[in-house]
Structures are given as C-alpha cells and as structure tokens.
C-alpha cells in the first residue's frame, strides 16, 4: 500500500514505462507554469495545450495502463487505483473551468499529491512494470500510439465550478482551493 506522499522516496526511474510516464509529467509542469507564469495575462495557449495533453495523459492511465495491471494481478486492481481514479475524475472535472489563479491552484494541488503515487518507489508505475512483464514493450507502444482525446470548451458558470469543487472533495481535496475565482487578469 502506498504511504503518505511526504514519506515516499522518488521511484527508482529505471524502468522503461516509469520514464516515458515521469517525462509527461514533466511536460505537463511546464505547460502549466507556462499559463500561469504571466503577471497580466493567461497564455490560454499553453493553457489549452496542457488541458489536450493531461486528459490524453489521463486517458492511457485508465484505458491502458489500470486495466492491463488489472489483467496481469489476476483481476485485482493496483491498491491504488481507485484514489487515481476519483483523482483523474477532479482534473477532469478541473478542466471544464475557465483559466485563473484558482483554476491553476488547484490543479496543482491534485497533482502533486496524484503524481507522487504514480512515481514514487513502489508506487503505480512501478507497480506496472513488475506487473507486466513480457508485455512492457507492446504496452509502451499502445502508450505511445494514443490518440488525442476530445476536449470540450471551458465554462465559465458557477455551475461548473460547483460540480468541480464537490469532484475535488469526493477526492479528498480541499473545494475552497475554488473560492476566488478572479484572481489572475484574464
Ligand atoms: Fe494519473
Ligand atoms: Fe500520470
């Protein structure tokens, strides 16, 4: 079972499917600093690029990756799954929000918390890859091959925001982190 994020050592990084998972983490960092990074206005399109390239990113994780480390576990899920999956439905749920401060604080909120249980040692990833064994080289390239997924326009209704806060609880986070919502100039 994985321990509290602030106990849990980095993974290893050796293995394969760990180190092309990590590096779109990485990318997707630095998209988000990048929209977020000006003082007087949202670079929407680093903003978009991020929103297109987390839900792929999210999509190999549920469509590939949790169901073939279920297949290869004799159809028992990884002992964190489901905390992944209730996260993935909030950045979900996070990216149907406009751009600003909030938006952008609280994605990284989830993040640093659901990233860590996938990297850290003995956390998902690497759980995958003793799981698969012979089938590492072929899911690598189903991972790669994976289709962008279609993402809707943001919403900019209090409406939204309130399904996403009630997400983000459901998922163990703090809904405040939605409170201001004009905080960065758009
Ligand atoms: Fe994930
Ligand atoms: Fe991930």
Same mark, same amino acid.
């Given at each position: ?6 106990? !849990? %050592?980095?993974?290893?990084?050796? $293995?394969?499917?760990y180190?092309?998972?990590? &590096? #779109?983490?990485?990318? +997707? @960092? ?35 990756? !949790? %169901?073939?480390?279920?297949?290869r $576990? ?6 964190? &799954? #489901?905390?992944?999956r +209730? @996260? ?41 890859e ?6 590492l080289?072929e ?27 009630r ?8 809904g ?11």
């Open positions: 079972m994985v321990k509290d994020r602030d106990t !849990l %050592p980095a993974g290893s990084g050796a $293995g394969q499917l180190q092309f998972m990590a &590096a #779109e983490h990485a990318r +997707l @960092d630095e998209l988000l600093a990048q929209a977020s990074a000006g003082v007087s206005a949202i670079d929407t399109e680093a903003y978009e690029e991020f929103r297109k390239a987390l839900l792929r990113h999210i999509s190999i994780e549920e469509k590939i990756l !949790l %169901p073939v480390a279920r297949r $576990g004799g159809g028992r899920p990884l002992p964190v &799954a #489901e905390k992944l +209730l @996260d993935h439905g909030a950045l979900a749920a996070l990216m149907m929000l406009a751009p600003s401060g909030s938006t952008f604080a609280a994605v990284r909120a989830v993040l640093d918390v659901h990233n860590r249980l996938e990297e850290a040692a003995g956390g998902a990833y690497e759980q995958c003793e799981l698969l064994g012979s089938e080289d899911l690598l390239v189903q991972c790669e091959a994976a289709p962008q997924v279609s993402v809707s326009p943001w919403v900019d209704s209090p409406k939204v925001v309130a399904a996403a806060k997400v983000l609880l459901r998922a163990g986070y703090d405040s982190l939605l409170n201001c919502r004009r905080d960065v100039p758009e």
